[in-house]
């Protein structure tokens, strides 16, 4: 009987594979070709098929214990079957692979067959190019094709030319043998006749031709032997019958005008039926006559253009009088240029533009035809026109021709520069530079009269000095008269002043008596000057003082003048002259500005200040309203040169310093002597204020005991005439001056003032009342002060020494003390005041005045 755990055994083993059989999975070459295939899930697949339900489910206690054998088989049979699915598939990879060997043997001979007729296209291609190239083959033989027929063309070609050749050889020779043996030119008579526009373009180039061998052959073109030579030899072994005598040269020069007087009516004809290819044809035969001079000249003589302006060129310029007397009235706007010669530029632009086009068409060498169009329309009808233009207005006044120089100048260039941006015959493109040079050697021919050296700024200095010497005559007059009469306002001159304006003065009535000076310029100076035309033959003119006075608005008038002088001449005049323009402008302007016009009024204004400093009478300050104009007119003139016209002149660095050092001078001057009349104005006010103080009564400071109470409640007679007279003082320099000036002016009286003031107190014994008087004159002198625009010129409570001054006659003993004990360095000068006092015997002010 066998063991209990062997049939055990046993029996599960059987059991086991029962169940292992009937669950072994079934799986094939799919299973693994899946995508979505994944090892680990095979595994555990194969694991839960194994393992049996029992021991999946149920308590732990009850489960059998592991048997592996379910396991084993499973994975025994899952082993067997994937090596048959190994085997399986090791034999269709077989399979596969030599059906692959199989089809890229098939592909290998597929392409070498496809290489092969590839090679065989390209080598038929190759023997096609080669016959039609007529490449030499291998047995040194020559292949036809396409090649041979040009090389055939271009061969018959060559022989036709040849043959031509020869034919004209053959023709010239037969007109040659014709002039020389017969003495005339029949065959090339019949072709000019018979020949058309062609045969007439033939005959020129065959007449041309004989032309040279007659000079070669023939050279005095009289005798010659058969076309040989004159030679004595010659002649003597040649037949007489054989000799000839006649003017080869002067018959073939003879057909040859003919030829071109019959070209040039028939470039006529093409022309008035505008057949601009028979003008082309021609123009090209008429080349060959003094490189087609002829035919240029015929073409532009009878352009309608020249024929119709003929008529017009010998108008007269004539125009409006408003807008002439515009053009010479410096104060007016320039009108612009010249309606006729603006009509005449217009028309211009239009014709030349229009007229390029069809140059073009009509000649080959159409810049050369070009260029004289355009020689002639400048030199002929511009000019001309111009000249009368300026020649009118040189007659009217200097300004009247530069302005009208300008203007022209001005209207001509901006044609010149419509013209090359237009292109013309190379329109629309811009035009060729020898077109470009043209246009621009014309622009500067037609100026260059008025541009030769110096003569332009010349002409611009001489219109300056004519309007500034108008402008300033009656003043200049006015003061030389001055000297002559009592020392008043505007007496007394500086000498170098005297001489500038004496010159200036008499050469501006010679001139202006001159017969080299248009009527119209004479008028319109006169004008300037304020002088009435039945005024100027009289050698005395009637000036009033408004005529010796500053005026700003003839300085804006002088410096508008020499602005547009400067405008015209950067235009006008080259860019290398500029500098020195402006500095020979600007020298006009610092003479007439600053020495005649500013120095002589402010050398009159010092003078009648410094005779007001000993008058006894109040001074006359009227000279003060000129230094406000003075001073601003000043500022406009340094503004101007420094800051307008000093630039300009920056390319020159000599004359830019010259310029500087010009200004400058012209400035220090100026301004030296602005400051003088401010003194000498001060010191004349300071002077009668002493005046003034000195008519104070001593009774004013020490009035009686039994005197009306009223009297101390006004100030005194003298601080009423004084604060009076400075008050007017005050009020006028502010009228006149301005900014530091004028801050500077009022400190430096209310200095004097005080000083005046102060000294003017040590001079008097003042009682206990007439404290209270003095107090209240101090009061009104430090209002009066602080009434005035000092500005920080003069340092906070400066007067303010005053009223502690005035203070020192009213406190009692006791508060003298203190008051002498704060002031420190200042007792002593306090001490002069308290002397001054009429109880100083008293003992308190004495124990006041030893206490310190």
Known sequence: MPPPGADTASILSHSTSRTVSARAPIFTLDTFSDKEFIVKDFIEALSDSAVPASRRSGPASQQQAFDPKPLIRTFEHALSRLNVLSEELEQRENELSGAVRRAEAQHNQNVESLGFRLEEAIHRFQQLDTSLSGSTNDDGGQDSGGNIAVQIGERLEELDRQRQRAQDAKFLIQCWIEVSERGDLSTLEDMRRLGGGEGKVRCAHIARQLLKISARLDPDGTQHVNGTGRGTNGMKNRPPGNQSRHPTREIIERFLENLEQDLLHQFNDSLKRLNYDGMRECAIALRDFKDGASVIATYVNQHPFFIDRNQLITEEVTGDTETWDRLQDPDSDPPGVEPSLQSLVDEVRIVVQEESANIKRAFPFYDEVLIRFLQRVFQQSIQQRLEMVLDKANELSSLAFLRSLQAARGYIATLVDDLKSHGLTEHPEPATSQIAATLDQQLEDLFVPYFVGSSYIEREKKNLEELYSSLLLKFTIYHSRRSRMPKTYFASLSQRSKELIASGRDAYMERLDSMDLPATQKAMLLRIAGVKEDQSEKKEIEVTDEDGRLNLSNAKRMLKWLAEGIGRGLELSPANETPKDVQNLLNLLLTHMGEIYLETALDAASDHAASQETSKTPPDLTHLPSLHTATTILHLLATCSLTVLL??????????????????????????????????????????????????????????????????????????????????????????????????????????????????????????????????????????????????????????????????????????????????????????????????????????????
Not at 788 to 810: H, K, R, S, Y
């Open 647 to 852: 630039p300009l002149a920056t390319p020159n660095l000599t004359i830019r310093r010259e310029i500087e050092k010009a200004t400058s001078n012209t400035m220090t001057t100026l301004e030296a002597k602005i400051s003088n009349i401010i003194q000498r104005t001060l010191d004349a006010s300071l002077n009668w204020v002493a005046k003034c103080l000195g008519q104070q009564k001593k009774t004013d400071f020490r009035p009686r005991d039994d005197a009306d109470l009223t009297i101390l409640e006004g100030e005194t007679p003298a601080c009423i005439a004084v604060t009076q007279f400075l008050t007017r003082v005050a009020t006028q320099a502010s009228a006149a001056l301005s900014g530091r000036n004028l801050h500077v002016f009022l400190s430096e009286l209310a200095r004097g003032l005080r000083s005046l003031v102060l000294e003017h107190l040590r001079r008097f014994s003042v009682s206990l009342t007439g404290g209270l008087v003095v107090s209240k004159d101090m009061t009104k002198y430090v209002e009066l002060v602080r009434s005035w625009p000092t500005g920080e010129e003069l340092e906070p409570g400066a007067m303010d020494v005053l009223i502690d001054v005035a203070n020192l006659f009213v406190i009692g003993p006791d508060a003298l003390r203190e008051r002498l004990r704060g002031s420190g360095a200042d007792a002593e000068v306090l001490k002069g005041y308290v002397a001054r006092r009429e109880d100083v015997g008293s003992v308190g002010v004495q124990n006041a005045l030893s206490a310190v």
